[in-house]
């Protein structure tokens, strides 16, 4: 399973609609100067959700034991973008 098609059925599980893929996207966030978080940013399109009509999603190791973390944030404002999620995530999970 490719990991678009991972991230879609995580996208069903945690937000209960299905998704079309529109794009990928390279993101790097640093702070002072120290990279925090790189990686790709999944964009996807989602079919009738109540209040989002966008999420961003990705995933990442977690642990040495190679186990992903999957990332989804809702395109609802303050979120505007994919670098608004990166953001929003990091935040939460500091």
Same mark, same amino acid.
């Given at each position: 399973?490719?990991?678009?098609?991972?991230?879609?059925? /995580?996208?069903?599980r945690a937000h209960? /609609?299905? =998704?079309?893929? %529109?794009?990928?996207? +390279?993101?790097?966030?640093? $702070? !002072? !100067? *120290?990279?925090?978080?790189? !990686? $790709? /940013?999944?964009?996807?399109?989602?079919? #009738?959700? =109540?209040?989002? =009509?966008? %999420?961003?999603?990705?995933?990442? *190791?977690? #642990?040495?034991? !190679? *186990? +992903?973390?999957? $990332?989804?944030?809702?395109?609802?404002? +303050?979120?505007?973008?994919?670098? #608004?999620? $990166?953001?929003?995530?990091?935040? *939460?999970?500091?």
């Amino acid at each position: 399973m490719s990991s678009v098609q991972k991230l879609r059925d /995580v996208i069903r599980r945690a937000h209960g /609609v299905d =998704s079309e893929h %529109v794009y990928s996207l +390279p993101i790097k966030e640093e $702070v !002072g !100067g *120290q990279i925090v978080w790189e !990686g $790709v /940013v999944e964009v996807f399109n989602l079919k #009738d959700h =109540s209040t989002a =009509s966008r %999420v961003y999603a990705w995933m990442h *190791q977690t #642990d040495e034991l !190679g *186990q +992903p973390r999957h $990332v989804t944030v809702l395109h609802l404002h +303050p979120i505007k973008s994919a670098r #608004d999620a $990166v953001k929003a995530a990091i935040a *939460q999970e500091f």
